[in-house]
């Protein structure tokens, strides 16, 4: 995690971590050198115009379309989790041109802050057009909701420099070090296994957790949660220790919810073009990913990311949209709103990218889940290894449930009877 101060420090630091580390890859708009996904905060961003460009212009369309329901989110309840606007659309999928920023998240802790995930920056070229307009986007809804703005913080999945700008970008690098671990802007945490990351976020959520009220006030035990902003797990062997001994569900119920919620395993091989939803079923991550009735557009947009894969494995457009405009206006919308699969120096890596995340009561199924479907992905698209990143805005523990995570984090030793 890169924290700093402002836009300018930002980009120096990231241009910086780039020309470090970065491998090279050939991509169909030049040769770049790419790095694994980073995340980035700006803790004082200043006011600032929208580039008026094709992208600029995109953004603003998209994002007008629902600031006044964000507004009124946050208006009526400050603490709601529920304010993310998606800026990605299923047909963006099939554009040769796809935004940039996917997502955008807002979240009040003393004041309000924004969180965006981008699917592929330019960091030389079109860092500061993209955070101009994620500046413009937080004062615009803080000063709707009257509300003081925070800070910026951007999941990047390709930060990356074009070959034939490695010299100009040279002159402004200035790499920093970066921040691991627990802190009040995010947390970056990075462990072996699926169980071992699990764990962690627990301890993390359990022990530096803030408690605040949530919107589940008619479930007893769940009217309030202690949270933490912004976790980041990246997990380096999602194929081993997969279940923790003290999860919350069986290695059955992780592969039947991945194969029926996430993925419509039974068609993964071909491109859906009709309704996949259960009778009852008001959606599901599968239904969003791959063919959803109200879109005015269908796409499979999981099954084009596989085929752009198979074709080009440095492609930095294979994202999938779980949310959808509407869900601003809906009482239980997606707290999964988009992923993507990258090329992360041989490995195929998924990112995953949540709104809200219950810790105790899904984070280890919702990761089971995803780190399934990237394996899937990585054996079709022929990598012979797999990373898994999880992310997610309001990361929690309801208070319901913070005795069987104590258990869990610090379980009582048995004592031994006398004699």
Same mark, same amino acid.
């Given at each position: 995690m890169i924290i700093s101060k402002e836009c300018e420090e930002a980009k120096r630091a990231i241009v910086g971590k780039i020309i470090e580390n970065g491998t090279l890859c050939r991509s169909r708009f030049g040769n770049y050198l790419g790095i694994d996904p980073s995340f980035l905060v700006v803790e004082e961003p200043s006011e600032a115009e929208v580039a008026k460009d094709y992208f600029g212009e995109r953004y603003l369309s998209r994002f007008r379309e629902v600031l006044n329901a964000a507004v009124g989110k946050l208006s009526e309840k400050r603490y709601t989790r529920r304010v993310s606007i998606p800026i990605w659309r299923p047909e963006d999928a099939l554009?040769?041109?796809?935004?940039?920023?996917?997502? /955008? =998240?807002?979240?009040?802790? *003393?004041?309000?802050?924004? +969180?965006?995930?981008?699917?592929? #920056?330019?960091?030389?070229?079109?860092?500061?057009?993209?955070?101009?307009?994620?500046?413009?986007?937080?004062?615009?809804?803080?000063?709707?909701?009257?509300?003081?703005?925070?800070?910026?913080?951007?999941?990047?999945?390709?930060?990356?420099?074009?070959?034939?700008?490695?010299?100009?970008?040279?002159? /402004? =690098?200035?790499?920093?070090? *970066?921040?691991?671990?627990? +802190?009040?802007?995010?947390?970056? #945490?990075i462990e072996d296994y699926l169980s071992s990351a699990w764990h962690s976020a627990l301890e993390v959520i359990y022990n530096h957790g803030k408690t605040k009220e949530t919107e589940w006030d008619i479930f007893e035990g769940q009217k309030t949660s202690k949270f933490i902003h912004r976790l980041f797990v990246e997990v380096l062997k999602p194929e081993e220790n997969r279940i923790h001994d003290k999860a919350p569900f069986t290695e059955r119920y992780g592969i039947d919810y991945a194969h029926d919620y996430i993925i419509c395993a039974d068609k993964l091989l071909e491109r859906v073009g009709e309704s996949i939803l259960k009778e009852g079923e008001e959606y599901t991550y599968a239904e969003r990913a791959?063919?959803?009735?109200?879109?005015?557009?269908?796409?499979?947009?999981?099954?084009?990311?596989?085929?752009?894969?198979?074709?080009?494995?440095?492609?930095r457009d294979c994202y999938i949209g779980i949310s959808r405009p509407w869900d601003l206006t809906s009482r239980d919308p997606p707290c999964l709103r988009g992923y993507q699969f990258v090329t992360s120096r041989e490995k195929l890596k998924g990112i995953f990218y949540m709104r809200s995340n219950d810790a105790y009561g899904a984070m280890h199924a919702n990761m089971f889940g995803f780190s399934l479907l990237t394996k899937y992905v990585a054996e079709l698209t022929g990598f012979p290894d797999y990373g898994y990143a999880h992310f997610a805005v309001d990361a929690h523990i309801y208070t319901g449930f913070l005795d069987s995570v104590k258990e869990i984090l610090y379980p009582e030793m048995k004592r031994k009877g006398l004699g």
């Open positions: 554009s040769q041109h796809p935004p940039a920023i996917t997502e /955008i =998240s807002f979240l009040f802790d *003393e004041r309000l802050h924004l +969180t965006a995930y981008i699917r592929s #920056l330019d960091c030389l070229n079109y860092f500061e057009p993209n955070f101009r307009f994620l500046s413009y986007a937080l004062n615009s809804v803080a000063e709707g909701a009257e509300l003081p703005a925070g800070s910026i913080a951007m999941l990047v999945a390709v930060p990356h420099i074009y070959e034939r700008d490695l010299k100009r970008a040279s002159l /402004i =690098s200035e790499p920093k070090e *970066e921040v691991y671990g627990h +802190t009040n802007l995010g947390t970056h #945490l791959r063919f959803c009735l109200k879109d005015p557009v269908k796409v499979d947009q999981l099954f084009e990311a596989i085929e752009k894969l198979k074709g080009d494995r440095c492609r």
